[in-house]
């Protein structure tokens, strides 16, 4: 088949939880303690070598606002990855994340490939939702779960590897 592989991504989630945050760690490599909101979405483009081929993420990353949720479907249809991000020291933002994972399930790509991402890690003493609640939900919703910080990178560029590793194989 063909190695080359185009992919495009969906970053969904509560405000505020680090989904720009964690492209911009991944694209750049870089973290602002002040990332500035997105307004709409914003499209990024990263390829990434994983074993038996390239893989180019064509990435959307949302702004997870009620009022724009409308929009989400636009981002999310065609999509053959999606990156649904809470933030583990709010548990307002996993309860978001499951509704995106509900809706995900029920509108999306059937074959879509859906990380939950718990991100902040680095925020240990604050932590609300433990890992050990989020992998079991991940678990019964075929998920791949892993908890990320776009602070200190850990895991970042693991999540979109798992999910390059992952995407259906043409
Ligand atoms: P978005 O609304 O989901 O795109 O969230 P942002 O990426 O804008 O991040 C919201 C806030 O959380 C910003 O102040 C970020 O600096 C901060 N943030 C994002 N990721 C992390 C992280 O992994 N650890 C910590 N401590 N702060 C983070
Ligand atoms: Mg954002």
Same mark, same amino acid.
């Given at each position: 088949g063909d190695? &080359?592989?185009?992919?495009?991504?969906?970053?969904?989630?509560?405000?505020?939880?680090?989904? =720009? @945050?964690?492209?911009l760690r991944l694209v750049k490599g870089q973290f602002l303690e002040f990332q500035e909101s997105t307004i709409g979405a914003a499209f990024f483009s990263q390829t990434l070598a994983v074993n038996d081929a390239t893989v180019k993420f064509e990435i959307w990353d949302t702004d997870g606002q009620e009022r724009y949720h409308s929009l989400a479907p636009m981002y999310y249809r065609g999509a053959a990855a999606a990156i649904v991000v %809470?933030?583990?020291?709010s548990?307002? @933002? !996993?309860?978001?994340?499951?509704?995106?994972?509900?809706e995900l399930r029920k509108q999306g790509n059937p074959n879509l490939v859906i990380a939950l991402a718990g991100n902040k890690a680095d925020l240990e003493d604050k932590r609300k939702v433990s890992a050990e609640e989020a992998r079991a939900y991940a678990e019964? &919703?075929?998920? !791949?779960?892993?908890?990320? =910080?776009?602070?200190?990178?850990? &895991?970042?560029?693991?999540? !979109? %590897?798992?999910?390059?590793?992952?995407l259906p194989r043409a």
């Open positions: 190695n &080359n592989i185009n992919a495009k991504l969906v970053l969904l989630g509560d405000m505020g939880a680090g989904k =720009s @945050s964690l492209v %809470y933030d583990i020291t548990v307002d @933002s !996993f309860t978001r994340a499951k509704k995106w994972v509900e019964e &919703n075929a998920l !791949f779960f892993i908890e990320t =910080s776009a602070k200190t990178a850990i &895991n970042v560029n693991d999540t !979109f %590897y798992e999910i390059a590793r992952r």
